[in-house]
């Protein structure tokens, strides 16, 4: 059995949050996260970009950097990287059996089983610390407090994008319920940075910051006008601290320069704070740089294909916003697949607003919603939808009608994207 086979086999424990397990499993591997500079990022939306923009300035100002990130979109190896990249198939194996012993000695004493992300998130430590990173940027899996990359004590910088209401079963049905999830990320005198809209965010995590002696930043207030936003990103300029920054993105949308907006002023701080040693250029070259695949990524130019992994309402937003500011007028057709246990209806709310023409099939995951459920509810909001159970099927209807469309539009569940991106890439 493979490596991954050997990981997901821990999948059967589902997702449980807390750090007791995750204590006892790195306290037997000689606690490789305690050696490690960590920034530390939360948020509903937004998190996995801003990971992006301060790994890709940190490599360019020449550091050996990690990037924890979460789902995978095409090959398992994603999630763990290192100075550009990905873990190889050798190390993952290695370091698999590595934890796994440690995991078999942990239930032959009596204590609970780890699950699969927490296995996952150890092996990542493991690596970056062998590896001898010298900064790990560490995107949150879910929430923040009792989430598995939460065992690490005293990050650099906690980072908290966005806050909307997602994954209620587990973090709260309240935006300032999920903000307290959220808020567990923010250690004692740590620098804390969030893009956070809501009053109701921001008073949480106020009081939580004040609670830890650790001085808050909001990324919103800082002055920014962008310059131009076209299909091939956005330049914008911003004031922090009386230095004007002028920056170039290729990451597509508004909410894009927000999120670049946020990962600066992180850096920013750290290099204030005498934590960094990072140029100006450094930053503008790894911003430049940055790229987010499955994340309102343009596929091809000619037909235009656009794929963004938009799987609740705050990303389904954002992607109306940004196909009304840059392919208006456009004939579009969409193909789109969701798991049951999200906000269909809003996210609904906003894919209807892109277009009324719909292709509806299913994420390769149990949780998915079934195609037909799916059209069904397109249909009975006044959309044309037709119905192709899996991926392969729905590529191939919208192939054969390509002359009939303007852009083809793929969006909804990542592990949906995944599989379209894959198969359109071949």
């Given at each position: 059995?493979?490596?991954?086979?050997?990981?997901?086999?821990?999948?059967?424990?589902?997702?449980?949050?807390?750090?007791?397990?995750?204590?006892?499993?790195?306290?037997?591997?000689?606690?490789?996260?305690?050696?490690?500079?960590?920034?530390?990022?939360?948020?509903?939306?937004?998190?996995?970009?801003?990971?992006?923009?301060?790994?890709?300035?940190?490599?360019?100002?020449?550091?050996?950097?990690?990037?924890?990130?979460?789902?995978?979109?095409?090959?398992?190896?994603?999630?763990?990287?290192?100075?550009?990249?990905?873990?190889?198939?050798?190390?993952?194996?290695?370091?698999?059996?590595?934890?796994?012993?440690?995991?078999?000695?942990?239930?032959?004493?009596?204590?609970?089983?780890?699950?699969?992300?927490?296995?996952?998130?150890?092996?990542?430590?493991?690596?970056?610390?062998?590896?001898?990173?010298?900064?790990?940027?560490?995107?949150?899996?879910?929430?923040?407090?009792?989430?598995?990359?939460?065992?690490?004590?005293?990050?650099?910088?906690?980072?908290?994008?966005?806050?909307?209401?997602?994954?209620?079963?587990?973090?709260?049905?309240?935006?300032?319920?999920?903000?307290?999830?959220?808020?567990?990320?923010?250690?004692?005198?740590?620098?804390?940075?969030?893009?956070?809209?809501?009053?109701?965010?921001?008073?949480?995590?106020?009081?939580?910051?004040?609670?830890?002696?650790?001085?808050?930043?909001?990324?919103?207030?800082?002055?920014?006008?962008?310059?131009?936003?076209?299909?091939?990103?956005?330049?914008?300029?911003s004031e922090i601290f009386g230095d004007t920054y002028e920056i170039e993105?290729?990451?597509?949308?508004?909410?894009?320069?927000?999120?670049?907006?946020?990962?600066?002023?992180?850096?920013?701080?750290?290099?204030?704070?005498?934590?960094?040693?990072?140029?100006?250029?450094?930053?503008?070259?790894?911003?430049?740089?940055?790229?987010?695949?499955?994340?309102?990524?343009?596929?091809?130019?000619?037909?235009?294909?656009?794929?963004?992994?938009?799987?609740?309402?705050?990303?389904?937003?954002?992607?109306?916003?940004?196909?009304?500011?840059?392919?208006?007028?456009?004939?579009?057709?969409?193909?789109?697949?969701?798991?049951?246990?999200?906000?269909?209806?809003?996210?609904?709310?906003?894919?209807?607003?892109?277009?009324?023409?719909?292709?509806?099939?299913?994420?390769?995951?149990?949780?998915?919603?079934?195609?037909?459920?799916?059209?069904?509810?397109?249909?009975?909001?006044?959309?044309?939808?037709?119905?192709?159970?899996?991926?392969?099927?729905?590529?191939?209807?919208?192939?054969?009608?390509?002359?009939?469309?303007?852009?083809?539009?793929?969006?909804?569940?990542?592990?949906?994207?995944?599989?379209?991106?894959?198969?359109?890439?071949?």
């Amino acid at each position: 059995m493979d490596a991954i086979s050997k990981i997901h086999e821990f999948l059967r424990f589902g997702t449980v949050l807390g750090l007791e397990r995750m204590n006892a499993l790195l306290s037997k591997l000689d606690n490789p996260q305690e050696d490690l500079k960590v920034i530390h990022v939360a948020g509903t939306n937004g998190k996995g970009s801003v990971c992006r923009y301060i790994y890709e300035a940190l490599r360019e100002a020449g550091y050996r950097t990690g990037l924890y990130t979460s789902p995978y979109l095409e090959v398992f190896n994603e999630r763990i990287e290192m100075d550009g990249a990905y873990i190889s198939d050798e190390d993952l194996e290695q370091l698999t059996n590595r934890v796994l012993e440690k995991v078999e000695e942990m239930t032959a004493e009596g204590l609970e089983s780890p699950t699969e992300f927490e296995v996952v998130t150890a092996i990542a430590f493991l690596y970056f610390s062998e590896k001898k990173a010298d900064y790990v940027v560490l995107e949150v899996g879910l929430g923040g407090r009792g989430d598995s990359t939460n065992v690490v004590k005293k990050p650099l910088a906690s980072v908290i994008t966005s806050i909307s209401l997602d994954h209620t079963d587990r973090l709260g049905n309240t935006i300032g319920e999920i903000a307290a999830e959220k808020a567990g990320i923010i250690k004692e005198g740590c620098l804390t940075i969030t893009s956070a809209e809501q009053d109701e965010a921001l008073e949480v995590l106020q009081q939580k910051a004040d609670q830890m002696g650790a001085a808050l930043y909001d990324s919103r207030e800082l002055p920014c006008r962008i310059k131009e936003e076209t299909e091939e990103g956005s330049c914008f300029t911003s004031e922090i601290f009386g230095d004007t920054y002028e920056i170039e993105i290729t990451m597509l949308g508004a909410h894009q320069v927000q999120n670049a907006l946020t990962a600066l002023e992180t850096l920013v701080l750290l290099r204030r704070e005498g934590l960094l040693k990072i140029s100006n250029e450094a930053i503008k070259a790894g911003f430049r740089k940055a790229r987010q695949i499955g994340r309102l990524e343009i596929l091809s130019k000619e037909p235009l294909v656009l794929i963004d992994g938009a799987h609740n309402p705050d990303g389904a937003k954002a992607l109306k916003q940004t196909v009304d500011r840059l392919f208006i007028g456009r004939k579009i057709l969409m193909t789109t697949g969701v798991l049951a246990d999200k906000d269909v209806d809003g996210i609904l709310d906003s894919f209807m607003a892109i277009t009324g023409d719909f292709v509806a099939t299913e994420p390769d995951n149990p949780r998915k919603m079934s195609a037909e459920n799916l059209a069904n509810k397109i249909a009975e909001r006044g959309g044309k939808c037709c119905v192709c159970k899996t991926p392969q099927q729905a590529v191939e209807w919208v192939k054969a009608h390509a002359k009939d469309y303007d852009l083809f539009l793929f969006a909804g569940s990542l592990y949906l994207i995944g599989k379209i991106r894959r198969l359109l890439s071949e």
